[in-house]
């Protein structure tokens, strides 16, 4: 199944024109490493209204799985997660849990993480650290699931 996919960077500096947005695009070379389809790519402030905003137009677009990088932290700035949760119809806790612990094996400071994965109308919304190899190693950790989860979401008819 080719992925229809959507990438998100959420970033105060890098939507500034700070700093270049490195997030993004290693995310965007390991869903096509995953033969997924890139539809959208956005980068946005650490606001929840525009989170929130770029992950519906995502999904409008037909983005099926929309990943975002940034705002996972413990820092003040970083509202990801409940920009996420004030959506989602329902969150997929076992995301987050193996993304934490497949990562404490690399960094301790993976206890910070509050990386997350939810329903948003119909797409699948994983949302990964800010680091750029932290991101693409985090989604490695859970990429198995993806397929199917979206085929679930997406009410793909599926054999037995």
């Known amino acids: 199944m080719q992925i229809q996919t959507g990438i998100i960077t959420i970033s105060d500096r890098a939507s500034r024109g700070l700093y270049d947005d490195l997030g993004g695009p290693a995310l965007k070379e390991a869903a096509l490493g995953y033969g997924w389809l890139v539809l959208d790519e956005a980068l946005v402030p650490d606001e929840k209204a525009d989170i ?95 397929p199917h989860c979206v085929e679930v979401i997406q009410e793909v008819p599926t054999s037995c």
Do not use: H, W, Y
């Not at 969150?91 to 993480?113: C, H, Q, W, Y």
């Open 52 to 146: 929130q905003r770029a992950i519906r137009s995502q999904a409008a677009k037909g983005c099926q799985l929309i990943l975002t990088t940034g705002g996972t932290g413990v820092a003040l700035r970083d509202v990801t997660p409940e920009a996420v949760r004030e959506i989602a119809i329902r969150e997929l806790p076992g995301f987050g849990e193996v993304m934490r612990m497949e990562s404490l094996k690399i960094t301790r400071n993976a206890i910070l993480s509050r990386c997350l994965a939810a329903v948003v109308d119909r797409s699948l919304v994983v949302c990964l650290p800010g680091k750029p190899r932290g991101a693409v190693e985090c989604l490695g950790f859970v990429a198995p699931a993806i």
